[in-house]
């Protein structure tokens, strides 16, 4: 499963890009609105950070042909721009727009299996289920990945499946049993699932022990060597 951080703060970026596990990156009009930049600048900067990888920028216009011209725009401005189109009516009709273009699609803002099939089945490049807020709201967002994951292999959609609006790493796990490709989340989600106190407690007794070895300075310079010794 790959790891996407649902972000556009650069400084949460470079300390996921540090740690080597990211692998794109997905953002919305809120989650842009909340950096105060300019967005073609921040979108720029996005893409160059992130780069290879995919970045997620989401159109704003209400219908399909507006849509489809905000795609071909931003798109144009690199080729990790991944084009988010919301899952109704006009962003199914933008997406129809654009096929043959080889603009990449995220159909976003997915809160039922049949939306999802829609979306695959229009061929959008990747789909965009709302596990956490349809959970905020009292229904059951796991059983919706696992209904896109069973219809998606029964099919062989093209389409990748990003896991998103995750609010704590125990969503992460029960995602990652359901096979979806991607997991997208916020930069504290990833923070949590890998900082562990007892990890921390742990090493430090490691090290309060290694105080007792002996030559203790010299064990990491390098200096000593068994030719024939190891594969
Ligand atoms: O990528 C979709 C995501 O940004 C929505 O997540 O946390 O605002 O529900 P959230």
């Known amino acids: 499963m790959n790891i996407f951080l649902d972000t556009a703060n650069i400084e949460e970026i470079k300390k996921a890009k540090r740690w080597g596990v990211l692998r794109g990156l997905t953002t919305n009009p809120s989650i842009v609105a909340r950096e105060g930049k300019e967005f073609l600048d921040l979108a720029t900067e996005l893409c160059e950070l992130v780069s290879p990888f995919p970045v997620s920028l989401e159109v704003v216009d209400r219908t399909g042909e507006g849509m489809a011209e905000q795609a071909r725009a931003i798109s144009a401005l690199a080729r990790n721009v991944v084009v988010k189109l919301p899952t109704n009516p ?10 043959g273009e080889g603009v990449k699609t995220n159909l976003t803002l997915i809160f039922s299996t049949s939306q999802a099939i829609l979306a695959m089945s229009g061929g959008a490049t990747y789909i965009s289920p709302f596990i956490g807020r349809l959970e905020d709201r009292g229904y059951e967002g796991m059983g919706l990945v696992r209904d896109i994951m069973n219809i998606h292999s029964a099919y062989n959609f093209k389409t990748e499946v990003i896991a998103a609006s995750i609010r704590d790493p125990h969503q992460v796990i029960e995602i990652a049993k359901t096979g979806a490709h991607i997991v997208t989340l916020p930069f504290a989600v990833l923070e949590k699932m ?12 490691f090290l309060n022990d290694w105080e007792k070895v002996p030559g203790r300075e010299n064990a990491f310079k390098g200096t000593r060597r068994l030719e024939k010794v190891g594969a």
């Open 194 to 205: 890998l900082l562990n106190t007892m990890t921390d407690a742990d090493l430090d007794k």
């Open 90 to 99: 006009e962003g199914l009709a933008a997406l129809n727009l654009l096929k």
